[in-house]
């Protein structure tokens, strides 16, 4: 059912508005106020404070017990704005250059019209989640009693993607974005003058050992088919200088993989190389993982779910439902962790409408797809509470 011209201009005006005051993180007083204020003036009941600064609108309908969940993410990135827009951020090295004041709009217009038609019967849970992009903030919510507290049967997330034309939808079921793990790997040798490197142990050779062996991971400890996976070096940190060689060596990186399998046999390899090498060359080593974002994974019913809804709204020849996986990450993969559900894309444009890639200081929403996300939401929300 398409939205109302007034809503939809209400839309583009809050997105406008959450635009041009970006937060960061959890701290987010002015973004969770007006999204919750908002919910509240639809006739929403509406919790606040959920993982430090989540929120959650909650509209009954009907007797049915079925329930859903909605969620949108709400903050902002410390990137200083290069637009010139009159909703240019007004907050100094801060900025939404990943489109979640598009999100949060889109599913603050759905929360307004479903709560005008009520045509639906159950229950649906309007999530809005701080700290998406640190990777900290689903589980935050998760961990704060969110499924607990709020009967949710299956959730469901939806991101912009510039590249992907305006009208357009894309998912897959199973693996749609990659894993992020960051790992830290501190090889100490015994430095000296460069003059004589017999004396002691160089860690730049040891560490530069590393690195090129690390790159046998994916080509030697993962199936070329089946395990699509990335790890880079992206730091090479010393205590060196001009005629020292360093008797410390930092490196650094990350790795994108789709399964836990994959991620393990990651963790173990380059482990395991670090181990050798440093052995080899009678240097010691501390070593460090950390995994900040799971797989996003969707479950197949749920994509069935999403992608009829999609074909509603978009047309079935404008939703591709069987895309590739993205080796980007994403946190709501915690809530898919512990419910059934989804996660989509939806195309933001393409050229200089919208194209412009995300985490970039020239980046923009494109308020054109307003209407069809929240379109989205709503039509997904009827079909499986009707």
């Known amino acids: 059912m398409p939205l109302d011209m007034p809503l939809i201009k209400d839309m583009t005006a809050w997105r406008q508005h959450l635009h041009r005051h970006p937060e960061c993180g959890f701290d987010l007083p002015l973004t969770s106020d007006f999204i919750a204020e908002k919910l509240e003036s639809f006739g929403i009941e509406t919790v606040r404070g959920i993982g430090q600064s989540g929120i959650v609108g909650i509209l009954r309908n009907g007797s049915s017990d079925r329930s859903i969940g909605l969620r949108a993410d709400m903050d902002a990135l410390f990137i200083t704005e290069e637009n010139t827009t009159p ?24 929360a307004a019209h479903l709560a005008k038609t009520r045509n639906f019967d159950g229950t649906v849970h309007f999530i809005f989640q701080p700290d998406e992009e640190h990777g900290a903030g689903a589980q935050a919510m998760i961990d704060d009693g969110l499924f607990e507290r709020f009967a949710v ?14 009208g357009t939808f894309t998912v897959r079921p199973g693996s749609l974005m990659a894993s992020e793990s960051s790992f830290e790997i501190r090889i100490k040798g ?24 690390l790159q046998t991971i994916t080509s030697r400890n993962l199936s070329a088919v089946e395990e699509t996976a990335v790890v880079s070096a992206t730091e090479f940190i010393t205590n060196g200088t001009v005629n020292v060689i360093p008797s410390e060596v930092t490196i650094k990186g990350d ?14 390899a380059m482990e395991r190389i670090v181990a050798g090498t440093c052995q080899a060359a009678g240097a010691s080593y501390e070593f460090s993982f950390k995994n900040t974002f799971h797989s996003t994974i969707n ?20 939703v591709v439902p069987d895309c590739v996986p993205l080796t980007i990450s994403e946190d709501f993969s915690s809530m898919l962790r512990v419910k059934p559900g989804c996660y989509a894309l939806i195309g933001n444009g393409t050229g200089t409408v919208g194209g412009c890639a995300l985490h970039n200081p020239k980046y923009d929403f494109n308020d054109r ?18």
Request: hydrophobic share 40%; with cysteine.
């Open 299 to 318: 479950n197949p019913d749920q994509t069935t779910k999403a992608i009829k809804a999609a074909q509603a709204v978009f047309g079935a020849e404008n």
């Open 190 to 213: 015994i430095g000296g003058h460069a003059a004589m490197p017999h004396r002691g142990v160089d860690p730049i050779v040891v560490g530069s050992q590393i690195i090129m062996a």
């Open 255 to 268: 790795c994108r993989c789709f399964t836990d399998a994959s991620l393990n046999k990651i963790k173990t």
């Open 87 to 110: 909703y240019r951020s007004a907050h100094d090295g801060k900025m939404h250059a990943c489109g979640h004041d598009g999100h949060s709009a889109m599913l603050l217009g759905a």
């Open 153 to 166: 049967d299956e959730v469901y997330g939806l991101h912009n993607m510039p590249g992907l034309a305006e």
């Open 369 to 386: 797809i307003l209407s069809k996300g929240a379109e989205y939401w709503v039509q997904l929300a009827e079909d499986i509470l009707g």
